[in-house]
């Protein structure tokens, strides 16, 4: 079983609309999570981190249930330039070791 | 505030020969990691390293590639005798020490194997 587990989509979504991202961990010791963005040919860049009371940030919210060993992360009125791959990563504890999913890709379309 | 650092952006090499890739981690960041992508596909763990230690080096293929991160100076990613299947952008990704902070990457460099 994989560390990180993502849909790998593609989310084909028309501009403003909403889109949820799941994701699903197996180490119930991860400490530390966070969603990346990654554009085509560009290396992956901190979106946010995701805080187990959950935070927000502009049109992005961020969930983590530690129960489900999930993490989600919501976009609220999509742009053309959220058009991109979403990695979720997932910090496994002992070390400084991180663990990222195959990521989720997002196409919005006008 | 300098981000990580990665040189060559772009190295092209023929069959046979050696590639060597640096990483300069941000400031104050003592762990290193490197990823592998291939076109069209997700990152590739490859190895984790502090300081003249090598924490994880899991998915380090066997032969050919090493990877060190001396006291002094950047980290280096050393491929010995590329092969064309060696073509694909290295990232670089440094962290400071404790858990909960975040990786950031470099820009990465693209290797073309001629």
């Known amino acids: 079983r994989k560390e990180v587990e993502q849909d790998p989509g593609p989310f084909n979504v028309p501009e403003g609309a909403t889109v949820a991202f799941n994701c699903t961990y197996s180490?119930?010791?991860?400490?530390?999570f966070f969603w990346y963005r990654q554009d085509c040919r560009k290396e992956p860049k901190l979106l946010m981190s995701v805080y187990s009371s959950g935070n927000e940030d502009g049109r992005f919210t961020a969930q983590l249930n530690r129960a489900s060993q999930y993490i989600s992360l919501l976009i609220r009125d999509s742009k053309l330039s959220d058009s991109a791959t979403y990695l979720c990563v997932v910090n496994g504890g002992n070390f400084n070791k991180f663990y990222f999913g195959s990521g989720t890709k997002l196409n919005v379309k006008p | 505030n300098a981000g990580v650092m990665q040189n060559p952006r772009h190295l092209v090499r023929r069959r046979g020969q050696e590639a060597r890739l640096r990483c300069s981690p941000m400031k104050g960041h003592s762990h290193v990691y490197w990823y592998r992508q291939l076109p069209e596909e997700g990152l590739k763990f490859m190895v984790y390293?502090?300081?003249?230690?090598?924490?994880?080096e899991s998915g380090m293929p066997k032969e050919r590639f090493s990877a060190e991160f001396p006291k002094e100076g950047p980290s280096i990613l050393r491929i010995q005798q590329v092969v064309r299947g060696d073509s694909a952008a290295y990232f670089c990704a440094s962290s400071p020490q404790g858990t909960n902070q975040p990786q950031h990457f470099g820009d990465g460099t693209r290797l073309s194997i001629l």
């Open positions: 180490n119930s010791a991860s400490q530390s």
């Open positions: 390293l502090q300081k003249e230690n090598i924490i994880d």
